[in-house]
T-cell receptor, first 113, second 109 residues
């Protein structure tokens, strides 16, 4: 987990509230990713970024938005949280391309009640 | 849609035994990666094998890739209790980078 931090690590929120998760890296890697992990589904890509202000959708992007205003920070926002967004969220980074090995943060456990 | 599918879903072995888990995928790939996840932690990269490679080693890990069968295997030799974790394959087909649902390995002391 060195070089990648996520905050908060745990959060409980109510349905309908906005939530922002933060990923911070100190590796100066170009690519950053947000995944969610749910039992039986492995990791599913939500959004990724390939540079400052450059982002693209992943497999399960509905209900999520992202922003990257600095190389080191990648924010994931749930505009109006739903119970189906209860999950563990992982941030990851890769150095140059999407094909490179990815390094993962420690995860954020989000519960939407 | 999932590209890689690990098999078995769960595996229990005794310490010292070898563990083999498999990953099958559907479309042509550029590379395939294996990751380990200890309970409550993020994933850790183990090995990347490219489509033109057939075998790679890293310590006690051996990965093979058979592109004709669209499958890969991860062998952990002389397993230890610390190898208890979930193992995921991830495939890159040039368009998508997709993780499989994982194999849960338990190594019993």
């Amino acid at each position: 987990d060195a070089g990648i931090t996520q905050s908060p690590r745990h959060k409980v929120t109510e349905t309908g509230t906005p939530v922002t998760l933060r990923c911070h890296q100190t590796e100066n890697h170009r690519y950053m990713y947000w995944y969610r992990q749910d039992p039986g589904h492995g990791l599913r890509l939500i959004h990724y970024s390939y540079g400052v202000k450059d982002t693209d959708k992943g497999e399960v992007s509905d209900g999520y938005s992202v922003s990257r205003s600095k190389t080191e920070d990648f924010l994931l926002t749930l505009e109006s949280a739903t119970s189906s967004q209860t999950s563990v969220y992982f941030c990851a980074i890769s150095e140059r391309t999407r094909r490179d090995e990815q390094y993962f943060g420690p995860g954020t456990r989000l519960t939407v009640t | 849609s999932q590209q890689g599918e690990e098999d078995p879903q769960a595996l229990s072995i005794q310490e010292g035994e070898n563990a083999t888990m498999n990953c099958s995928y559907k479309t042509s790939i550029n590379n395939l990666q294996w990751y380990r996840q200890n309970s409550g932690r993020g994933l850790v990269h183990l090995i990347l094998i490219r489509s033109n490679e057939r075998e790679k080693h890293s310590g006690r890990l051996r990965v093979t890739l058979d592109t004709s069968k669209k499958s890969s295997s991860l062998l952990i030799t002389a397993s230890r209790a610390a190898d208890t974790a979930s193992y995921f394959c991830a495939t890159d087909d040039g368009q998508n980078f997709v993780f499989g649902p994982g194999t849960r390995l338990s190594v019993l002391p």
